[in-house]
């Protein structure tokens, strides 16, 4: 079973910035591909981010291309998630997730092609 772990969430100013970190355990195939999704109260889940490839693929939702970046740490089965110019629309629960490795993911991310969540790191960003 895949455990997953979330962290760096917190309290910004309107145009600051955070960095998201999450990490994988139990997971045993060899190109795990993780994303992150985000969850306002009354908001449907939305993808956000996916990193794919070996970290050389990545997507981004429209609404916070040029300003979020993910990445990985291959050894530490970890991915990142760095937010710059926050506002406060940016404000939600952040989830990182593991895609199902039976599964071929779509754009824009989907939540059932992914198996293993963290639970979640909040983000709250003040005008």
């Known amino acids: 079973e895949v455990h997953v772990v979330e962290s760096g969430g917190g309290s910004v100013q309107a145009g600051g910035s955070l960095r998201l970190s999450c990490s994988a355990s139990?997971?045993?195939?060899?190109?795990?591909?993780m994303g992150w999704f985000r969850e306002a109260p009354g908001m449907e889940r939305e993808g956000v981010a996916y990193?794919?490839?070996?970290?050389?693929?990545?997507w981004y939702a429209d609404s916070v291309k040029g300003r979020f970046t993910i990445s990985q740490d291959t050894a530490k089965r970890s991915v990142y998630l760095q937010m710059n110019d926050l506002t406060p629309e940016d404000a939600s629960t952040y989830y990182c997730?593991?895609?199902?490795?039976?599964?071929?993911?779509?754009?824009?991310?989907?939540?059932?092609?992914?198996?293993?969540w963290g639970p979640g790191t909040r983000v709250a960003v003040s005008s």
């Open positions: 997730a593991v895609a199902r490795e039976t599964r071929f993911v779509k754009f824009p991310l989907r939540s059932a092609d992914f198996g293993a």
């Open positions: 139990g997971s045993t195939e060899s190109d795990i591909r």
């Open positions: 990193i794919y490839s070996g970290g050389v693929g990545t």
